[in-house]
């Protein structure tokens, strides 16, 4: 069942994010949604428990529109997509200063045992949190065929 939930963060971008096109650089984004991850789980654990350790296990990043520098806050907008047994996936969203969405991303992270890295079920008091900030999923474009390149 999903919510309308979302978490808006708003993110400060560095000069130095750019690259020679004059706009922000692909690998940025990643810091990005790293930082609005974690800004994110701040937000929902204020305390988190100190055995709770996760990985991100999948990212996949759909860029819409060029990111541009500016000195104005842009917005990292971030939910709960789903949550399975031992993993749940964040989609992420970044507007420009304009509410322009430049790019969207499905993270996927796992719950895992910090004594072994293995996958471990996801606690049920972290899945009431999880299920409470379910919100609207990623839809990416259909890929098209690279055919006789």
Do not use: K
Request: glycine letters at 4%; aromatic letters at 8%; proline letters at 8%.
């Amino acid at each position: 069942m999903a919510h309308d939930y979302h978490l808006d963060i708003p993110l400060q971008l560095r000069w130095g994010d750019m690259d020679p096109n004059n706009h922000v650089n692909n690998v940025q984004f990643a810091r990005l949604f790293e930082e609005t991850r974690v800004r994110s789980f701040a937000d929902w654990w204020p305390t988190r428990p100190a055995d709770l350790s996760m990985l991100v296990a999948r990212q996949d990043i759909e860029f819409s529109a060029s990111l541009e520098y500016t000195p104005a806050p842009i917005c990292a907008r971030s939910c709960v997509s789903r949550v399975g047994t031992s993993s749940f996936v964040m989609a992420l969203r970044l507007f420009d200063d304009h509410e322009v969405l430049c790019a969207s991303a499905e993270t996927t992270m796992v719950v895992v045992d910090p004594d072994t890295g293995r996958p471990r079920p996801i606690p049920p008091d972290m899945r009431e949190v999880l299920e409470y900030h379910l919100g609207e999923p990623i839809r990416f474009h259909a890929r098209r065929s690279m055919t006789g390149a």
